[in-house]
């Protein structure tokens, strides 16, 4: 009897772990598979909510933690630590070894994961290559991820068009759609009355939930932006507002601090939470008139679940967008245009015929499979495909 294919699985963020959390179990479940967890990033970090626990309390096993989030909110800081994730990563590949690691996405710790895979002549399987966000460095850094990757699991045909642009070999790109979108059907989603007593407000209409994000390559000043949307938002008093504080980009912090204050600030029901977790974030967006900012999960999720995006600024430009996705720029008055919009009966209308271009929420089970089946390599001797 042949071991078993020990797939390590890097998880750095909460939005990340939902989008790999299915996967994961599916890893679990696998006769022929032997699952590694390895956190790190805001995972560890107090002020990101710690959200460890939540992989602990779903039953995964931590096989390792690699500490490299430093308490910082500018570009070096953000630099050094992808300098510390890579050193532990070394540490943490060279005692674990795993057959293939698998990794999710464009933030700059899960760079350092694959950068370290790779060099250490071990397979890196990356989940979500071959998109474009073109108001944040995650868009190169996705890219170089691709570069350090030897399978490739994408959302659709023109990502995965894109990553063998780059290079990387027809046999090796597999479109199996967006894992987010597994969660859409599979979650046992909360009501409306279980959230607002968990929350501690009445939800009612209309509700807006908000994640804005630090646009990190771009003319804009986060800040200014982000008093552009509350400005927006401060048109409708007495509407309901989740928000969700922002990841660790520069400037995350600062944006953190005015969430908060503007959150205190309001008269009408509002929560600016630290984390609300996939099975609460999932729940209110079924309830949400709008899902306001420039979160990713307003391109993926939402559609799926048949709400409307108002999608701020540069920092989504490039993804394939349905039909329920209104763009606007970061100025208060074509966000309020653009929520106006998005809150109209001839709008709302129109919602229920949106269409997925995501996928067929099954991509977990498929990415599973072809991690248990797929040839692994006994060198990374990668031939560059030219088109």
Known sequence: MSPLRKVCVVTGSRAEYGLLRGLMQSILAHPDLTL???????????????????????????????????????????????????????DS??????????VLGDRYEILAAAQAASLMDIPVAH?????????????WIRHAISKA??????????????????GEQPERVFNVGDPGLDAVNRLQVLTREELERDLGISIRPPFF?????????????????????TSALDAY????????????????????????????????PTVCATSLGQVRYLSLMRLADAVVGNSSSGIVEAPALKVATVNIGPRQEG??????????????????????????PAFRSELPQTVSLYGDCNASVQI????????????????FHDV
């Open 36 to 90: 590694q967890v390895v956190v790190t990033g805001m995972h560890l970090a107090p002020e990101f909510g710690l959200t460890v626990r939540e992989i602990e309390q779903d039953g995964f096993s931590l096989d390792d933690v690699v500490e490299s989030q430093l308490a910082s909110d500018s570009r070096t800081g953000m630099v050094k630590s992808l300098g510390l994730g890579l050193i532990g990563f070394a």
């Open 93 to 102: 590949f060279r005692r674990l070894a795993p057959d293939v690691v698998v």
């Open 127 to 139: 989940i979500s290559g071959g998109e474009v966000t073109e108001g944040a460095v995650d868009d």
């Open 149 to 166: 990757s030897w399978f490739h699991f994408v959302a659709a045909e023109p990502y995965r068009r894109r990553v063998m642009q780059l």
């Open 209 to 229: 939930l908000v994640t804005y994000h630090p646009v990190t390559l771009g003319d804009q000043d986060p800040e200014h932006a982000f008093r552009a949307m």
């Open 237 to 268: 008093p007495a509407a309901t507002v989740v928000l969700t504080r922002p990841n660790a980009d520069a400037g995350g912090r600062r944006l953190a601090e005015l969430a908060e204050a503007w959150a205190l600030s309001r008269s009408g």
């Open 319 to 344: 993804r394939l967008k349905a039909a329920s996705i209104i763009d606007c720029e970061g100025h208060a008055d074509a966000i309020q245009a653009a929520l106006a919009r998005a809150l109209s």
């Open 368 to 383: 599973c499979r072809l991690l248990a089946e797929e040839a692994l390599p006994r060198v990374l001797r990668k031939r």
